[in-house]
C-alpha cells in the first residue's frame, strides 16, 4: 500500500528510527518494571515475622535446631526500620516461590507464536498488546492478592504471555529499521530499556511500598504506563515503507541500506521458516548456547536481588530499594557506550561483526560468573556484596550487543522466530 509522505514531521526533531528505537525501550522498560515490582513490593506485602516464626515452630515440633547454619547479618538502621516490611500475607516460601515464577509459564508459551504473528501480520500490534496485558495485569493484582494467592498466579501468567512476546516483536522491528551501521547501537538502545526500567521500577516500588503502601505499586506504576500505549500507536509503524511522518531521505536511507528498493512499498515476504537448516546451523547453536546460559544468570539476579538484599544482607525497605537498583542502572549506562564502541570500531574496520558480537557476549558471561563466584566468599561484608553484584549485572549489559543482536546478523527475515527458540533457558 502507497503512503505518501506528509514531511519529514519526524526527521526535523529526531529521526523515525530513533523514534522507533526510544519507544521500544520504554516498552521494554515497562514490560521488565512490571515484572520486577512484585520481587520489591512483596518484600512489604508479606508478614515476614510471622513466616519465620511458623518456620521455627515446624523445626521445634520436629526437634531440629533453630539454627539451620545460613548465613544471618545483622540488619542495618535501628528495629523499626528492620520491622516495616510486615505485610497482611502469609505466603510460605513455595508460594512465593510460585508466584515468581509463574510468570515464566505464560512467557514459555507465547514466544514462538508472537514471533510468527509479527512476522506474518504487524509487530507494532504484537508489541502494544505485549505492553497492554502488563498493565492490565498489574493492575488488577491487587485485588488478586486480596482475594487468593491462586488469583495473583492468573495475573503473572498473563503478564508473562505478554512479557513473551517483547523480544520477538522488537527483532522483528528492528530487522526493518536498524541499517547495518546502526543495529548495535539501535539494539542495544531498545533492549537497554530492560535494565532501565527494572531501575525505575524498584526504586518506585521501595518508595511507594514504604510511603503509601504496597497496593500504590501497581495502581501508581499501572497507569502511568496507559501513556506509553497512546504514543507506540500514534508514532510507530511496522516499516520505514509504512511511516507516513518519516522524511524521505531517511526512508530511502533505511531501506537501500537494507537492500530493499525506496519505491514506498512494503515487500511482505511470507517464506517458511527452514526449521531443519536452523536447527543444524552451527551458528545458530551458538547463539542459543551463550542464551541460555545468560538468561540463567539474568533472571536469577532480576527475581532473586531484591530477596537477597533484604533476607541475607538485613537491608531496610529504602536501602533495599536503591542497592538493588544500583546495578541495573550502571548496566544501562556500560551498554549504551560498549554498544557505541563497538559499532564505531566496526565503521573503521578495526574488527568485524562477529568479532563485536563475541566481545559483547564475553562480557555479558565470564564477569557475572567470576563476580557471583567471589560473592559466596564475602560473608556479610555489606559494601563488597554491592560491589560485586554491582559490576556482575553492569557487564551483563555486553548481552544487548553481543548474541541479542545475533540473530538479526544472522537471518534477518526469520528474527522473531529465531530469539523465541532461547526460551529453553527458562
Known amino acids: 500500500m502507497d503512503v505518501p509522505a506528509k514531511g519529514n514531521v519526524l526527521g526535523r526533531i ?15 522498560a515497562i514490560v521488565y518494571g512490571l515484572k520486577v515490582n512484585l520481587s520489591v513490593a512483596m518484600v512489604g506485602m508479606l508478614n515476614h515475622t510471622a513466616i519465620k516464626n511458623a518456620v521455627h515452630n515446624v523445626k521445634d515440633e520436629d526437634n531440629l535446631t533453630v539454627s539451620t547454619g545460613e ?8 528495629a523499626t526500620s528492620a520491622k516495616e516490611a510486615d505485610g497482611p500475607f502469609f505466603w510460605s516460601s513455595e508460594v512465593q516461590g510460585i508466584i515468581l515464577s509463574c510468570y515464566f509459564w505464560g512467557y ?13 501480520f504487524s509487530a507494532k500490534w504484537v508489541m502494544f498488546f505485549s505492553v497492554t496485558i502488563n498493565v492490565v495485569c498489574t493492575l488488577l493484582t491487587p485485588v488478586m492478592a486480596e482475594a487468593h494467592y491462586a488469583a495473583v498466579v492468573v495475573v503473572r501468567v498473563g503478564e508473562g504471555i505478554g512479557g513473551g512476546v517483547t523480544f520477538p516483536a522488537m527483532h522483528v522491528l528492528l530487522s526493518k529499521w ?11 538502545l ?3 530499556g530492560t535494565s532501565l526500567g527494572t531501575v525505575i521500577s524498584m526504586l518506585m516500588a521501595g518508595v511507594l511500598t514504604s510511603t503509601l503502601g504496597w497496593e500504590s505499586v501497581f ?7 496507559c501513556v506509553w500505549c497512546v504514543l507506540w500507536v500514534w508514532l510507530v509503524q511496522d516499516s520505514p515503507q509504512a511511516q507516513p511522518l518519516i522524511s524521505v531521505e531517511e526512508r530511502e536511507m533505511i531501506v537501500k541500506a537494507l537492500g530493499g528498493k525506496a519505491d514506498g512499498h512494503e515487500h511482505k515476504q511470507q517464506m517458511p521458516v527452514p526449521w531443519k537448516a536452523v536447527f543444524t546451523s552451527g551458528p545458530f547453536l551458538a547463539i542459543l548456547v551463550a542464551h541460555a546460559c545468560s538468561n540463567w544468570g539474568w533472571y536469577m539476579l532480576l527475581i532473586e536481588l531484591p530477596f537477597y538484599m533484604k533476607q541475607v544482607l538485613k537491608f531496610n525497605m529504602t536501602e533495599n530499594a536503591v542497592t538493588t537498583a544500583l546495578p541495573f542502572l550502571s548496566l544501562w549506562i556500560f551498554s549504551i557506550g560498549l554498544s557505541r564502541g563497538l559499532d564505531w570500531l566496526r565503521s573503521k574496520g578495526k574488527i568485524t561483526t562477529t568479532t563485536a558480537r ?13 563476580c557471583l563466584l567471589a560473592l559466596c566468599y564475602v560473608g556479610c561484608a555489606r559494601g563488597a556484596a554491592v560491589a560485586l553484584t554491582t559490576l556482575g549485572v553492569t557487564a551483563i549489559g555486553g548481552m544487548f550487543c553481543g548474541f541479542l543482536s545475533n540473530h ?11 530469539s523465541p527458540l532461547y526460551c529453553i533457558s527458562l
Not at 541499517?179 to 548495535?184: A, D, I, K, T
Open 408 to 418: 538479526i546478523d544472522i537471518a534477518p527475515h526469520f528474527a522473531g522466530n529465531l
Open 358 to 370: 563475541k566481545i559483547g557476549t564475553l562480557f555479558a558471561s565470564v564477569v557475572p560468573a567470576t
Open 14 to 28: 529526531v529521526p523515525a528510527r530513533y523514534i522507533l528505537g526510544i519507544l521500544g525501550s520504554i516498552g521494554m
Open 190 to 192: 531498545v533492549y537497554a
Open 178 to 188: 536498524a541499517p547495518p551501521s546502526e543495529r548495535g547501537v539501535l539494539a542495544a
Open 108 to 120: 514459555f508459551v507465547s514466544q514462538i507464536p508472537g514471533g510468527r504473528i509479527a512476522e506474518l
Open 219 to 225: 495502581y501508581v506504576m499501572g497507569g502511568l504506563s
Open 71 to 78: 548465613l544471618e547479618c545483622e540488619p542495618t538502621g535501628n
